[in-house]
């Protein structure tokens, strides 16, 4: 079984054996196809997903929770020159900003559901969250394939770390930061 991980400017995730994955180069081509018998050619088996490279795969839907749309739609609330009122004793809180392309420093690491893995299963996850000025994930929301890997990956969305956010030389806090990660069984 493999995980995406991340590459600079990729955002897919994969693999317990911590193969590095660019989701943007061509998917990888399925070696099955080579002198296999007629008839099995590219053969899809049951419980894979196109995420995962395997040509033919159906593509894994995900099931959203309720409130992202909601979510997704409200945006930053920014303020200006920090967000607080210090002059009223109120607290500094740094401004938020819609996070993109945003890649952590220390990746996530799933634990493949020992379900998902009997039956064969692959699947595909979303984690929406917000990263903190100090670069932890927070507000942490999955929507998953299929419901087996929804508690891995919160698991692993709280272990998540990014580089404290900053733009134009303040700390913000980054909001609505969307990071897939696909579990594939190996080939």
């Given at each position: 079984m493999r995980f995406f991980h991340p590459l600079p400017g990729a955002l897919l995730l994969a693999g317990l054996a911590a193969c590095a994955v660019d989701p943007y180069a061509p998917a990888p081509i399925d070696q099955r196809g080579v002198n296999a018998p007629v008839g099995q050619e590219m053969g899809v088996q049951p419980g894979q997903i196109a995420a995962c490279g395997h040509a033919g795969a159906p593509v894994a839907d995900l099931r959203y929770p309720d409130g992202w749309q909601a979510r997704l739609s409200q945006g930053p609330t920014m303020s200006s020159g920090g967000g607080g009122d210090e002059l009223l004793g109120g607290v500094s809180e740094p401004d938020a900003v819609v996070g993109t392309d945003v890649l952590p420093i220390v990746p996530p690491q799933p634990v493949y559901p020992a379900s998902a893995l009997d039956a064969g299963q692959e699947g595909r996850c979303e984690i929406l969250m917000d990263v903190s000025p100090a670069g932890?994930?927070?507000?942490?929301?999955?929507?998953?394939?299929?419901?087996?890997?929804?508690?891995?990956?919160?698991?692993?969305?709280?272990?998540?770390?990014?580089?404290?956010?900053?733009?134009?030389?303040?700390?913000?806090?980054?909001?609505?930061?969307?990071?897939?990660?696909?579990y594939c069984m190996d080939q």
């Amino acid at each position: 079984m493999r995980f995406f991980h991340p590459l600079p400017g990729a955002l897919l995730l994969a693999g317990l054996a911590a193969c590095a994955v660019d989701p943007y180069a061509p998917a990888p081509i399925d070696q099955r196809g080579v002198n296999a018998p007629v008839g099995q050619e590219m053969g899809v088996q049951p419980g894979q997903i196109a995420a995962c490279g395997h040509a033919g795969a159906p593509v894994a839907d995900l099931r959203y929770p309720d409130g992202w749309q909601a979510r997704l739609s409200q945006g930053p609330t920014m303020s200006s020159g920090g967000g607080g009122d210090e002059l009223l004793g109120g607290v500094s809180e740094p401004d938020a900003v819609v996070g993109t392309d945003v890649l952590p420093i220390v990746p996530p690491q799933p634990v493949y559901p020992a379900s998902a893995l009997d039956a064969g299963q692959e699947g595909r996850c979303e984690i929406l969250m917000d990263v903190s000025p100090a670069g932890a994930p927070q507000n942490i929301l999955t929507a998953c394939s299929a419901p087996q890997f929804n508690a891995p990956t919160y698991q692993a969305a709280t272990g998540l770390r990014f580089d404290p956010p900053r733009e134009g030389g303040r700390s913000v806090r980054l909001v609505n930061v969307v990071y897939p990660i696909s579990y594939c069984m190996d080939q």
